[in-house]
């Protein structure tokens, strides 16, 4: 593993399925945050982890949860999956340092029907 | 919070300059970012500002005025696979990011 990387790639879902989102980083980063991407509203913050053991939530946490057992994962689930959760989800992570510019996965396309 | 703007789109010319502008009003701030993002990719880091002043990479130049919640990207000598769009982001005091809806820049030849 180079980096960070999610999986699936892209999944259809049929409304009321849960689904967990796969986050894997190997750069030893202290910090993890899933974001969704809408057409014109950019990237928006679901929940974040600042350190192994911790999560918050973001700007649209609703209906989405996170778990951060160790510093390598992040998965992100979808307890009960509805239409408006279509979307493109990035995994990204950054370290301490003063820069601390966040790293982004490839993403995962989810389609909720 | 955050509320980030941006321009939606903007197009230029091979070999042009372009300059895309980002103003934003913050409870809390703690460095500006730009992201490039190719349609169908993730977005990459380009530059990072926290204090005034340009910061210069390559092609690609950033400003930050922090009193008037402004920054600009610069992009020179545009080439076709400039094409994309261009994330800003505010970091705030908790260190987590908020970003604009994205300007898509379509560079003609």
């Known amino acids: 593993i180079a980096g960070i990387t999610q999986a699936p790639t892209s999944q259809i879902l049929a409304a009321g399925r849960r689904m967990t989102l796969r986050c894997t980083q190997d750069?030893?980063?202290?910090?993890m945050y899933w974001y969704r991407q809408d057409l014109g509203l950019g990237l928006r913050l679901i929940h974040y982890?600042?350190?192994?053991?911790?999560?918050g939530k973001g700007e649209v946490p609703d209906g989405y949860s996170v778990s951060r057992a160790n510093t390598d994962d992040f998965p992100l689930t979808l307890a009960s999956a509805v239409p408006s959760q279509t979307s493109v989800y990035f995994c990204?992570?950054?370290?301490?340092?003063?820069?601390?510019?966040?790293?982004f996965g490839p993403g995962t396309r989810l389609t909720v029907l | 919070g955050q509320n980030i703007d941006q321009p939606t789109e903007m197009t230029a010319t091979e070999g042009a300059i372009v300059q895309i502008n980002c103003t934003y009003q913050?409870?809390?701030?703690?460095?500006l970012f730009w992201y490039q993002q190719h349609a169908g990719e993730a977005p990459t880091f380009l530059s990072y500002?926290?204090?005034?002043g340009l910061e210069e990479k390559g092609r690609f130049s950033s400003f930050l005025s922090r009193s008037k919640g402004y920054s600009y990207l610069l992009l020179k000598e545009l080439q076709m696979k400039d094409s994309a769009s261009y994330l800003c982001?505010?970091?705030?005091?908790?260190?987590?990011?908020?970003f604009g809806a994205g300007t898509t820049v379509t560079v003609r030849a």
């Open positions: 750069m030893r980063h202290n910090a």
């Open positions: 913050t409870s809390g701030f703690n460095g």
């Open positions: 982001a505010v970091r705030d005091g908790d260190y987590k990011l908020s």
């Open positions: 982890s600042n350190t192994a053991g911790t999560t």
């Open positions: 990204a992570s950054s370290d301490s340092g003063d820069r601390g510019e966040q790293f």
């Open positions: 500002n926290v204090l005034d």
